[in-house]
């Protein structure tokens, strides 16, 4: 019976070990399908949080293209206010010239004309400085094809390449070119033959 018995408690041995080894497989089979799931919860979580990501990027972007659009459209309105000043003050200029020819022309009231546009334009000129644009002299200046549109040349006594005259006044935003000064240009003393 011994010998029985030892073979018994083998075989249950072996039956428990193989019992073991299938709990462990069972074991291991439900750890993995854990952590499978748990792997998949955790990609479905990003791909959310992406998804989420990628639509707040979107929609910044778009509310950032409307500020930009809005801020271009809307860029001159302090500009444009400050002219309607000088709108209106040209339109008083214009009344008084209508009124004095009419009237009859007394030196006073042309006088006045005169000393009315004047301001009008100095207006101007401080309005378009208050907001950046200013205008620069070229006369005397040696010819700059960056800042200058040379219409004319002309024999002058000045040396050749500097600006004699200027047609049109130049202007800048800053340090960059708004409209160049269109102007003449001396081409040295006439030589005589």
Do not use: C, W
């Not at 990628?54 to 860029?75: C, G, P, T, V």
């Not at 006088?111 to 334009?121: P, R, S, T, W, Y």
Request: charged share 35%.
């Amino acid at each position: 019976m011994n010998e029985q018995s030892k073979n018994e408690k083998k075989e249950n041995l072996v039956k428990a070990k193989k019992s073991l080894d299938k709990n462990t497989q069972k074991k291991t089979k439900n750890s993995q399908d854990l952590l499978i799931e748990e792997l998949k919860s955790k990609l479905n979580n990003v791909e959310d949080k992406l998804l989420r990501s990628l639509a707040d990027n979107d929609n910044l972007r778009k509310r950032h293209d409307k500020e930009i659009e809005d801020n271009s459209k809307y860029a001159i309105k302090n500009l444009s206010y400050s002219l309607l000043n000088v709108a209106d003050n040209l339109q008083r200029a214009l009344e008084s010239a209508n009124k004095a020819e009419t009237g009859g022309v007394d030196d006073n009231v042309v006088k006045n004309l005169v000393i009315g546009i004047k301001a009008v334009e100095k207006e101007l000129i401080d309005s378009l400085e208050k907001h950046g644009v200013t205008k620069f002299d070229s006369i005397n200046q040696k010819f700059n094809p960056e800042i200058h549109q040379a219409v004319s040349k002309i024999h002058n006594e000045k040396a050749e390449g500097t600006v004699v005259e200027e047609m049109q006044k130049g202007f800048k935003i800053g340090e960059r070119l708004l409209r160049p000064s269109m102007v003449v240009v001396s081409m040295g003393p006439e030589i005589k033959k």
